[in-house]
């Protein structure tokens, strides 16, 4: 699941993770027993480089992506990538049970049914969520997106000299992520909550399956714009603000190894983040998503089956803005962490010398669930 192209038998494998603000790549290696992370890298792209998903200056993103493997060593040329669920159509279908022949002859009218795009203008997948079930009737996740979209993000990675192996969707990644860190906890129901940069992914996993996928159209971008327009700060003072005194020690040491030069000496002083009240703008954030976890979760109390959430798991860049994993957790009234994809997989120690594991993990969350990913 979702798209593959690749061949078996690999022993290392990229996931790249192409966002609108930033790339991550990491690569595991998967010789051993268990996997372990070898590498991983993440550079900033240039502002509307890509926008909504779509890639408007591709020069720019090219040269991120190539300056990004050159930089990490990362050698092999061979990568997993996703698709945004925004991109990507997901639908769960109960149809009577029947086998692999029958399920493949009638998932075209299924597809027909669901899908308001003609069957020649996408590519789609399938798979039976409880093949092991004795019910007379079965559960089957469908799978589709425009061939053109695909299209576009093969041509683009073809130009960087990168070999597809596995298009994949997000959802399918993050819950990877997630599952590789959690024990099996066949009656809980979790809520993946995926910050970007312009969206928000949110998706309900039961028995290790997921039952509910929505894209949030708001993202950290929002924050960044209402502290630049009402603080009157801009971009680098806007971020500094959001993720504390890490971003400003990071922003200072940059601006320290340029001192010498007459930018540096005539540009104007950072604002203390600690100086700017942001608390409008991250409540503001926080009460946007919270009403697409409640609805979530409503959805869920819905359900034939009925159920509550049980807990919310945080992950991407805004997950790390301190004190939202408190305040997330008090608007929804559930318990709320942020998702440490690396606590129960092995990596080099040298590779967080600079910045502990569980600092940087939560943004690596999608790319990591691509690593994790052998081709089929």
């Not at 002859?105 to 004795?134: C, G, H, R």
């Amino acid at each position: 699941m979702v798209f593959g192209f690749g061949k078996r038998g690999v022993s290392s494998v990229v996931g790249l993770d192409l966002g609108s603000h930033s790339i991550k790549v990491v690569e595991m290696d998967h010789s051993g027993k268990a996997p372990v992370l070898v590498n991983y890298g993440i550079t900033e792209l240039v502002p509307g480089a890509v926008v909504n998903g779509q890639v408007q200056d591709r020069r720019a993103v090219l040269d991120a992506i190539n300056m990004l493997f050159e930089t990490c060593q990362i050698t092999s040329r061979q990568v997993n990538i996703a698709l945004n669920g925004a991109e990507v159509i997901i639908k769960t279908i109960k149809t009577d049970r029947m086998n692999d022949e029958e399920l493949a002859k009638a998932i075209t009218w299924e597809a027909e049914q669901q899908i308001p795009f003609p069957l020649n203008e996408i590519s789609m997948d399938y798979q039976v969520l409880d093949p092991e079930s004795e019910d007379a009737q079965m559960n089957v996740l469908l799978v589709a997106a425009k061939r053109d979209l695909i299209d576009e993000r093969m041509s683009l990675l073809e130009e960087a000299n990168i070999d597809v192996m596995l298009l994949d969707v997000d959802t399918f990644c993050l819950l990877n992520a997630l599952e590789a860190n959690l024990e099996p906890q066949p009656d809980s129901c979790h809520c993946i909550v995926h910050f970007g940069n312009e969206s928000t992914h949110l998706g309900l996993v039961r028995g290790g399956l997921p039952i509910l996928t929505r894209n949030l159209p708001v993202g950290g971008r929002k924050m960044v714009d209402m502290i630049q327009e009402h603080l009157g700060v801009d971009e680098d003072e806007a971020y500094m603000a959001l993720y504390g005194a890490d971003a400003e020690d990071e922003q200072l040491s940059a601006l320290e190894t340029t001192a010498d030069s007459p930018q540096a000496a005539d540009g104007p002083g950072l604002t203390p983040s600690s100086a700017l009240d942001i608390t409008p703008f991250v409540d503001s954030f926080i009460d946007d998503i919270a009403i697409g976890v409640n609805r979530a979760a409503a959805f869920l109390e819905s359900t034939e089956e009925s159920g509550t959430i049980t807990n919310v798991f945080l992950s991407g860049g805004c997950a790390h803005i301190p004190g939202l994993e408190s305040k997330f957790a008090n608007k929804v009234g559930i318990p709320s962490s942020v998702a440490n994809p690396l606590s129960e997989i092995s990596y080099k120690n040298e590779l967080f010398q600079a910045e502990p594991a569980e600092k940087i993990s939560a943004t690596l969350m999608l790319a990591i669930g691509l690593g994790l990913r052998l081709p089929v």
